[in-house]
């Protein structure tokens, strides 16, 4: 959703080697981007915007400092998915006979910790997702040459609010297997036959943004080394 939630800074405290501010923002949450708007001198303004990954643990060494129980509120798209009163079934659950299973984790830093998978044209594979970062994510597979146009359509998906009773997966006939977003610590797996034709087939993450880095690709071959 368009908008900002206003945080209160508590209080700024300059740390003992004189160079380093702590700023007490005791409603903070873990979020995609915080900007700060800080001024220094009359007239001075200095911006800074950064991701808050994980928060670490309460600073006891900071003087007056109020420790307090926080409850981490859910991830944009796990809300999103919660609030959901339908969705679209995802057409590759259904199990197939023989096929190859597949492991492709996620890494750090959007990013596919696995960036290139071999198959043979026609090949049936069971592909699971295993997520172990923080924020969601997905998989997606499209035909050769397509990863720009399938990127384009997904971040567009930012102003669609049906985007995620399709776990955001863009209406194209250029993607041709996907899985749902998959949230933190989780796993989801899809059953499908490689493309017949062999190639290069890119696969991207779908949630709009992530692409650009969020990425790899398919060889399909007519016969694959063992």
Not at 5 to 21: E, K, S, W
Not at 47 to 75: G, M, W
Not at 139 to 161: V, Y
Request: glycine residues 6%.
């Amino acid at each position: 959703m368009r908008g900002h939630d206003l945080i209160t800074i508590r209080q700024v405290h300059l740390l003992a080697d004189g160079r380093t501010m702590f700023l007490e923002m005791p409603d903070l949450q873990s979020v995609n981007q915080l900007h700060l708007r800080l001024q220094f001198l009359p007239g001075e303004f200095q911006d800074l915007f950064c991701t808050v990954h994980r928060l670490a643990a309460p600073r006891e060494d900071i003087p007056n400092y109020q420790a307090a129980v926080k409850s981490i509120a859910p991830h944009p798209i796990l809300a999103d998915l919660a609030m959901a009163t339908r969705s679209v079934p995802n057409s590759y659950r259904e199990k197939i006979k023989n096929a190859r299973a597949i492991r492709l984790e996620i890494g750090t830093n959007l990013s596919y910790q696995t960036r290139l998978v071999r198959a043979r044209a026609g090949e049936p594979i069971a592909l699971t997702l295993v997520n172990p970062d923080v924020v969601p994510h997905n998989w997606a597979l499209g035909k050769p040459g397509t990863l720009e146009r399938i990127g384009a359509l997904a971040d567009r998906l930012i102003s669609d609010p049906e985007a995620s009773l399709r776990h955001y997966i863009p209406l194209t006939d250029d993607v041709l297997a996907h899985t749902d977003v998959v949230p933190p610590k989780g796993t989801f797996t899809i059953y499908f036959h490689a493309p017949e034709q062999s190639g290069r087939y890119p696969y991207l993450c779908t949630f709009p943004g992530h692409w650009k880095v969020m990425n790899g690709v398919m060889i399909v071959d007519s016969k694959r080394d063992e």
